[in-house]
């Protein structure tokens, strides 16, 4: 059983483009938590997700931030008109209906 | 809201000694789950280990394991024989109980970092 997959690993965009993070969960896992880790700080929770819902997005910032998971296909976690400020770590999780929740590697976001 | 305190930002050992790192959480529920997650300098979130509320009976995983105090929200972690390995931030981490349509919330900590000495 494949761990969580997120692609791409390294991202490198100019100011005002759009980022797009993909992130696969385990097989049989119907919940997916997206996390901002800024260097030397912890994790800031943004969103969750079942497929095709959104359950909790009261971490995610009101403008250019959008997360979804569609019933087929990997979570994507869309940031438009990127600015300095969202150069960080994303963390993609996912965990079966109970239990503990596993990481994918990170998404290293630079905007330059 | 429920919430999760690490009072150590950061932490030293000796190889081959035994340090405990604190965690403390607060919550209004008396169902939930409690784990600590081991982020090396790779920044890949390793599982270290899980306890159930409603076990009296502290987990263990080989040299890591923890002092679960329910009544007093403290949840920390020992590791035994500490390694170069161990060196990494550790999270401590709050998972609630069941919420509607089977859903969870997760609540971590700020981090302790780690650092052992050869």
């Known amino acids: 059983n494949a761990g969580v997959m997120q692609n791409p690993r390294h991202l490198v965009r100019r100011r005002g483009q759009e980022a797009r993070l993909r992130c696969s969960p385990m097989k049989g896992h119907s919940h997916v938590y997206w996390y901002r880790q800024l260097p030397e700080e912890g994790l800031k929770f943004m969103v969750y997700l079942q497929k095709e819902n959104i359950i909790d997005e009261s971490g995610m910032p009101k403008e250019r931030f959008s997360a979804e998971f569609p019933k087929e296909g990997p979570s994507i976690l869309r940031i438009q008109q990127v600015v300095r400020g969202d150069s960080a770590a994303y963390f993609c999780?996912?965990?079966?209906?109970?239990?503990?929740?596993?990481f994918g590697p990170g998404t290293r976001l630079t905007v330059t | 809201a429920q919430t999760v305190t690490q009072s150590q930002p950061e932490m030293s050992v000796q190889e081959a000694e035994t340090v405990t790192l604190s965690c403390t959480y607060d919550?209004?529920?008396?169902?939930?789950?409690l784990f600590w997650y081991k982020q090396p300098p790779s920044r890949q979130m390793i599982l270290v280990i899980r306890?159930?509320?409603?076990?009296?009976q502290n987990a263990t995983e080989n040299r890591f394991s923890v002092n679960f105090q329910k009544a007093a929200k403290s949840f920390s972690l020992k590791i035994s024989d500490s390694q170069l390995g161990d060196a990494a931030m550790y999270f401590c981490a709050y998972r609630s109980a069941e919420g509607v349509s089977g859903t969870y919330k997760y609540i971590f900590g700020t981090g302790t970092r780690l650092k052992v000495l050869a």
């Open positions: 919550t209004s529920e008396s169902d939930y789950y």
């Open positions: 999780a996912s965990s079966p209906p109970s239990y503990e929740q596993y």
């Open positions: 306890q159930e509320a409603y076990k009296q």
